[in-house]
């Protein structure tokens, strides 16, 4: 099977890594400056760029260019050409020693780590551990872990990578510079996915590409995951090819049906119902994601200024749309309709006839 494109895309240096600006220009002026720290945590979201950011460290400080090269240094990345870098990439680095916390709690790892980390590294660089999912370590580990953070050897370098931060003791967070790691935008993802999809010679629509990215909700990696498999199908990807795989429904469908409801059209509105059912769709996802959409429909119309952060996840087109839509209808009737959804929602759900409570819903709402 060839490569996973979220494998094979993973950022080789810092400019690659998108989204996370602020990040990217703080962890480059400390390699310019040869002044990368010893423990650091990055937190964020699921696939936004934190495992790839924490190999970046490593081939920063390992990379032997950077070593030996003053002027290349000075540039802040990776030259990802020597021995250092390739092996980091291919993951065969005896410096690069990557812990995964949550396959068990970590306890014999971090043991392992406090016995290794003392011991110079085999290239003469800097060893990098990169604890993933660190939340998930016990309290002995943590234990373990802090009397390392305490007084690192200055040959190594720790990265803890989270999705929650809550969970890390603040005797272990007081020691470690942090790093926030944004979900991306929709118009990221697209953008990444599109350059992804044209290397690779997939041919896909931009709506296809748009609803995939939506359903990634902000991680690249589960947007490139998502791309890999529909891709298998071949020939051209369209809208509807995303839609039937994946059972969601793209956003332009769904305004169109949100307009029909709000201009308040009973017969036009079952009708567009009828032909989701028949078409395979599915109707609990529908109405959830029906839910999501006519409250920012709502929020909207009570706060334009919302629109920019909105933007994050939707194309500015679709912001436009909710924004003419939420003209049509008043807020009473919004609120109305948007509790009879949350309630049709949570009906169906264990409902052997699950189109049914949704159907219920807009009688009741439109005929009142
Ligand atoms: N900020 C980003 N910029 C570009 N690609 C990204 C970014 N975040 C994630 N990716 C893509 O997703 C894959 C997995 O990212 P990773 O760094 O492992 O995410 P995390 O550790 O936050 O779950 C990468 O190989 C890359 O293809
Ligand atoms: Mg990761
Ligand atoms: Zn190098």
Redesign the pocket.
């Known amino acids: 099977m060839a490569q996973a494109l979220?494998?094979k895309?993973?950022?080789k240096k810092l400019e690659?890594?998108?989204?996370?600006e602020t990040n990217v220009q703080i962890l480059k002026n400390a390699a310019k400056a040869g002044r990368i720290g010893q423990a650091y945590i990055f937190y964020?979201p699921?696939?936004?760029?934190?495992?790839?950011?924490a190999r970046l460290l490593a081939k920063l400080v390992n990379c032997e260019k950077r070593r030996t090269d003053p002027k290349f240094a000075e540039l802040g990345e990776p030259c990802n050409v020597c021995a250092a870098c390739r092996e980091i990439d291919a993951q065969n680095s005896f410096d690069v020693i990557e812990i995964d916390a949550a396959s068990n709690r970590g306890i014999d790892e971090i043991r392992n780590l406090k016995e290794n980390i003392r011991t110079a590294p085999a290239s003469g660089g800097s060893k990098v551990y990169i604890i993933d999912e660190a939340h998930m370590l016990t309290g002995a580990a943590w234990n373990a872990l802090l009397k390392t953070l305490e007084e690192p050897p200055k040959h190594a370098v720790i990265v803890l990578?989270t999705t929650e931060y809550e969970k890390l003791p603040p005797t272990i967070t007081s020691r470690a510079q942090r790093f926030i790691?944004k979900k991306?935008t929709k118009e990221a993802i697209v953008k990444?996915l599109a350059t992804e999809a044209k290397a690779e010679k997939i041919k896909i629509e931009e709506p296809a590409l748009e609803l995939i990215a939506a359903i990634a909700e902000g991680s690249?990696?589960d947007a490139?995951s998502l791309l890999d498999q529909i891709a298998s199908l071949g020939g051209t990807i369209a809208l509807a090819d995303v839609e039937r795989i994946t059972g969601r429904t793209g956003l332009a469908k769904i305004a169109e049906f949100a307009a029909l409801i709000l201009k308040k059209d009973l017969p036009a509105s079952l009708a567009y119902l009828s032909v989701l059912n028949e078409e395979g769709g599915n109707p609990v996802q529908f109405t959830k994601d029906l839910i999501h959409y006519l409250r920012k429909v709502l929020s909207l119309k009570l706060n334009p200024e919302l629109k920019k952060i909105f933007e994050r996840e939707l194309t500015r087109d679709e912001a436009e749309i909710m924004q003419e839509l939420g003209k049509i209808a008043d807020v009473a009737f919004l609120v109305a309709f948007e509790k009879a959804l949350i309630r049709a929602y949570s009906e169906m759900r264990y409902s052997p006839f699950a189109a049914t409570p949704l159907e219920i819903a807009l009688v009741e709402i439109l005929k009142s």
Do not use: I, N
Request: charged content about 30%; overall charge positive.
């Open positions: 979220y494998r895309y993973r950022p690659d890594v998108l989204g996370q964020g699921r696939g936004t760029g934190k495992t790839s950011t990578a790691f991306l990444k690249v990696r490139e």
